[in-house]
């Protein structure tokens, strides 16, 4: 099975920026979508951002929508999340994971969608 390794968490001050990476090793030619998802202690996973492979298009949650980006390279089966402005509230543990379909937002937001993933990059916000 494809693994994904995510990399590029850290502790910051809230304002600050930090970059994700999710590599895949192997091929997965079947893989339509990638995500990061993230929890904190105590909370359910939840969704972050997804980007459609064969299209580009982007999906957001609300909480996140303006501060951060989520890109690929397809050529290195990476991908990425570029976080600004980070908040307290976006501490927590993220993922990064796969799945051969897109949808709508309640397919793509719902971790059940997702076949394969990471085991996470912590990620500190504060003062």
């Known amino acids: 099975q494809v693994q994904l390794v995510e990399s590029g968490g850290g502790s910051v001050q809230p304002g600050d920026s930090l970059r994700l990476s999710c590599a895949a090793s192997?091929?997965?030619?079947?893989?339509?979508?990638w995500a990061w998802f993230r929890q904190a202690p105590g909370k359910d996973r939840e969704f972050v951002a997804a980007?459609?492979?064969?299209?580009?298009?982007?999906f957001y949650a609300d909480s996140v929508k303006g501060r951060f980006t989520v890109s690929e390279d397809n050529a290195k089966d990476e991908m990425f999340l570029q976080m600004t402005s980070l908040k307290p509230e976006d501490s927590a543990l993220y993922y990064c994971?796969?799945?051969?379909?897109?949808?709508?937002?309640?397919?793509?937001?719902?971790?059940?969608?997702?076949?394969?993933w990471g085991r996470g990059t912590q990620v500190t916000v504060s003062s």
């Open positions: 192997g091929r997965h030619f079947r893989i339509i979508t």
């Open positions: 980007i459609r492979r064969s299209t580009g298009a982007t």
């Open positions: 994971a796969e799945s051969p379909v897109w949808g709508d937002q309640g397919i793509i937001a719902r971790p059940s969608t997702y076949t394969n």
